[in-house]
């Protein structure tokens, strides 16, 4: 049984390292999709996405109620691996080396293709197989796709491979693209008060949900061994970041004038609210912008807030649709736009993957 799989975030990595022959495409670079990190000119790291995770995730099956841990599944698979937690809040964790870290790591028994962008698909009826055209021109055959990218981008699949039919109604609800910027800044050379300011924040994080600016984390609180620079990413709401998305990335990726003056203005609102008086009116020494598009249904299939009912009627109407075509959409439309949610939502798809293969 030949598996391809599309997409290196974390449903994608989780998938593969259970099904280590799957042979994995991302468009990007680098894996990690929305668990990606990046750096500063002088090496110091930040997390663009998401930039904690937690442990558990409960789920039921056959009436009992399990408990998924995260970090078990991470420590057994993958041990080289560090994950550290957050000294004030200690139920939120990060990979010391960052987020794209954690798929870098469960990819590594697998054959990855990066800058591989799937552009569609073909179904061979007679020979039950998929032909996946990339945009490169290079083409494949598989008996299983499982393609992870975002429902808007998985859509677009689709209707390029004239296959939309079959899902069309299931995954209308999770087709609008949401957008989210991410600006983080890099403040060098900082004075003992600045650090002992920072270092004396209650939390990590200050989130002002459905405000221009909805979530500040201080990413040199996780990753900077040099301590006299802070590291600041401030990620912004739906409707301010549709507003601008345009606006704040050269073409060479660097922040255009608005993103510096906009950026430096909610950083300078962030510190003031927080009391840090010694960069008060202190501009960052450099600054890099991040812009994502993806779908945030307003509740996935399992919605993310509650328990995971592997036996609610949404989730096997969708595995039914999935093992009838050999095709398997996943991300975090299913499970819920959480990491340990999709790392689950891996762990449980593969299981049904590798069943299909004794059919
Ligand atoms: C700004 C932000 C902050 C967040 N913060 C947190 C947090 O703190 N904690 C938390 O638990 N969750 C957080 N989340 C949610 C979490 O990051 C996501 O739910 C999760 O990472 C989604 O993983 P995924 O594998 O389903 O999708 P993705 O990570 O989006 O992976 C999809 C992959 O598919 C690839 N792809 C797309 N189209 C194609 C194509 N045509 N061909 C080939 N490859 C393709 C993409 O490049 C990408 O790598 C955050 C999300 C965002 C955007």
Redesign the pocket.
């Known amino acids: 049984m030949k598996t391809a799989i599309?997409?290196?975030?974390?449903?994608?990595?989780v998938i593969a390292r259970e099904i280590p022959d799957a042979i994995v495409?991302?468009?990007?670079m680098k894996?990690?999709?929305?668990?990606?990190t990046k750096q500063f000119s002088n090496g110091s790291q930040f997390d663009?996405?998401?930039?904690?995770?937690?442990d558990n995730v409960r789920y039921l099956k056959n009436r009992q109620e399990i408990t998924f841990s995260f970090i078990d599944y991470l420590q057994k698979n993958v041990p080289d691996l560090t994950i550290k937690n957050l000294t004030e809040t200690p139920d939120y964790f990060y990979p010391s080396e960052g987020m794209t870290k954690v798929s870098e790591e469960l990819l590594s028994k697998n054959q990855l293709y990066s800058e591989?962008?799937?552009?569609f698909i073909t179904r061979d009826q007679e020979k039950k197989e998929w032909k996946l055209k990339?945009?490169n021109g290079k083409e494949f055959t598989f008996d299983n796709v499982v393609?992870?990218?975002?429902i808007p981008?998985?859509m677009?699949?689709l209707k390029n491979s004239g296959i939309m039919m079959i899902w069309d109604d299931f995954i209308k609800p999770y087709g609008e693209y949401r957008s989210?910027l991410?600006i983080a800044g890099l403040w060098k050379n900082v004075t003992e008060e600045t650090r002992s300011e920072i270092a004396g924040m209650s939390n990590f994080s200050i989130l002002e949900k459905n405000k221009d600016s909805e979530?500040m984390s201080i990413e040199s609180a996780k990753y900077e061994t040099d301590f006299s620079n802070i590291a600041l990413a401030i990620?912004f709401s739906a409707a301010f970041s549709s507003r601008n998305l345009e606006r704040w990335k050269n073409a060479d990726g660097s922040p255009t004038d608005d993103a510096l003056k906009n950026g430096a203005y909610h950083f300078e609102k962030f510190l003031k609210r927080n009391g840090i008086k010694s960069l008060s009116g202190k501009e960052p020494d450099e600054i890099q912008v991040h812009k994502?598009r993806?779908s945030?249904p307003d509740t996935s299939i399992i919605d993310k807030n509650s328990i995971i009912d592997l036996e609610d009627s949404g989730y096997s109407d969708y595995l039914k649709l999935c093992k009838e075509h050999r095709l398997w959409l996943?991300?975090?439309?299913v499970f819920?736009?959480?990491?340990?949610?999709?790392a689950l939502?891996?762990v449980l798809l593969s299981q049904e993957i590798k069943k299909t293969g004794a059919l």
Do not use: H, N
């Open positions: 599309i997409g290196t975030g974390i449903t994608g990595s495409f991302d468009k990007a894996p990690g999709g929305r668990t990606s663009i996405g998401a930039t904690y995770f937690r591989y962008t799937l552009e990339f945009l393609i992870t990218a975002p981008q998985a677009s699949i989210t991410v979530f990620q994502w993806y945030m996943a991300g975090d439309w819920g736009a959480r990491v340990p949610r999709c939502g891996g």
